[in-house]
């Protein structure tokens, strides 16, 4: 079995990567290699837009998505209040979408319908799309199997890798913020959307193997500096989610095994 080697899995460590989750995954390295993993380089140029391209297809779905729940044929309802004008159905459909929708689906979905319009739409949602399918053929060909999805040549061979391995988040995950406390002014509602901005960033190292439609599994993997727990992310082509599953098991039994 062959997999990534870390330290030149250029892509998957931005310079925003917490130096305390490589130790822990260099380790999970180690312990393959005992057990007879080939740890091979590997490149995914495309990696680096792909945050951009998930949220903007992500969103555009959400807003899409969303749509159906208007609170008169799916969702619950919320009737306007009296003396409002109920002529218009946009009027009556914003009472409920603005009581029940919580403020990360509302950004969803504004972000979503402003990429769908007619001025932004091949700017925005056709060029993520166009950079969805450059991550899915960065993929085919690192991997040694070839997507039977792709109807195409695939530069597939015996040089390719069974799985990828990387870190499952650039840092360990953000502390819960207390919800007690109330934003009382538009410049504390300013430090909340940036520190959301910043939390959004996590997802950089998990979004290409959703855009590619690949099976990926996230396993534990130790503990980083400040003793809260990392992962390592096990990615496979397409349909071998088996091979995945079975990769992410080694991982653990080696950890384990390390342990004693």
């Known amino acids: 079995m062959r997999s990534t080697h870390a330290q030149n899995f250029k892509e998957y460590f931005p310079a925003e990567t917490d130096r305390s989750v490589l130790g822990p995954l260099k380790q999970v390295i180690k312990n393959l290699q005992k057990v007879g993993v080939t740890v091979v380089p590997v490149q995914l140029p495309s990696t680096p837009y792909a945050l951009s391209a998930y949220y903007v297809i992500a969103s555009a779905e959400a807003s899409s998505n969303m749509a159906r729940y208007d609170g008169i044929q799916y969702g619950l309802r919320v009737d306007p209040p009296p003396g409002a004008d109920a002529r218009k159905a946009a009027d009556v459909y914003g009472y409920t979408r603005t009581q029940c929708f919580g403020p990360e689906v509302k950004r969803r979905i504004l972000l979503g319908t402003y990429a769908l319009s007619a001025d932004a739409f091949d700017n925005y949602f056709l060029q993520a799309q166009r950079v969805r399918k450059l991550i899915r053929a960065d ?19 015996p040089e390719g890798v069974d799985v990828l391995l990387h870190p499952s988040a650039i840092r360990t995950a953000p502390p819960i913020p207390d919800a007690s406390i109330a934003v009382e002014n538009s410049s504390e509602e300013s430090n909340g959307l940036e520190s959301s901005l910043e939390d959004y960033v996590q997802d950089v190292l998990t979004v290409p193997a959703s855009l590619a439609g690949l099976p990926a599994i996230s396993v534990p993997a130790g503990l980083a500096d400040d003793q809260w727990p990392i992962g390592v992310s096990v990615v496979g082509q397409w349909g071998y989610d088996e091979m995945v599953l079975r990769v992410a098991e080694i991982i653990e039994d080696t950890g384990r095994d390390a342990a004693v």
Not at 141 to 146: I, Q, T
């Open 139 to 157: 993929f085919d060909k690192v991997f040694r199997h070839a997507n039977v999805l792709m109807t195409g040549e695939t530069s597939v061979g």
